[in-house]
């Protein structure tokens, strides 16, 4: 990767080459940490962090469930008959 640096004319060159040389090694300082953070990520972990950011049902428990009772209160399944 290649940086240009605009820089007044007026300041020393000295003082430019020591500030090109810290910001240099602020650079490979911060590319060591995001390449050491940089974990591969599995084919199954990639679906499920999709998964988690895009849910269909976000914000709808409250709702499902209130239908889930309603199907079951206003249902009546063999099982639930009674043996006589």
Known sequence: M???VNVPET???D???QLLKQFERMLQKEAEK???SA????KWAKIAQE???ESPLE????HILRCSQ?????SEFKHDQEVV
């Open 11 to 13: 300041l020393p060159q």
């Open 34 to 36: 995001w390449r050491a």
């Open 59 to 62: 914000g709808l428990s409250a």
């Open 39 to 42: 974990k591969p990520v599995s």
């Open 2 to 4: 290649q940086v240009t």
């Open 70 to 74: 309603e199907i079951r209160d206003h």
């Open 15 to 17: 003082i430019v080459q």
């Open 51 to 53: 998964a988690h950011k």
